[in-house]
């Protein structure tokens, strides 16, 4: 026979099983999923230092539900690149070095009706290691719709 107290016991340890089933298949499962089903990763523009010792590249990277262009940085001798400069909308328009120790990362800077139109920067930073970063605003050529 079984007792009544064993029996919610079960119930909550049942209940709680699931809940942490469910938590791990929300955060863990679906984001990678949605990850392999539609996001692109494509490179837009890459720039070796005057020096040969910084690679630049310019990649754009999209999800079904969002994208961003992130510009990574890495010394020429490593193997791993770090995310530097991350944009929230599509306003990358080129990299270059002025000097060994200098890029120059040009952006839109055209004002839309529509805000979320508008270049914004999620990190912007002057430095990386070693390497000045400017930032440099151009005007679409196309009228602002």
Known sequence: MLRPARRPAVIVVAVLLVAVLLAIAVNVLLPRLLFAIGHSDEVYGQAIS????????????????????????????????????????????????????????????TKYKDPDEDTTFVRRPDYWQDVHILYEAHASTAAAN
């Open 50 to 109: 005057p020096d040969g010792r910084v690679m630049a590249v310019a990649r754009y990277f999209d999800t079904p539900t969002f994208g961003y262009y992130h510009i990574d940085l890495r010394q020429a001798s490593a193997s791993q690149a770090e995310q530097v400069i991350e944009f929230a909308a599509e306003g990358f328009v080129g990299l270059r070095w002025k000097n060994a120790k200098t890029l120059i990362v040009s952006y839109d800077s």
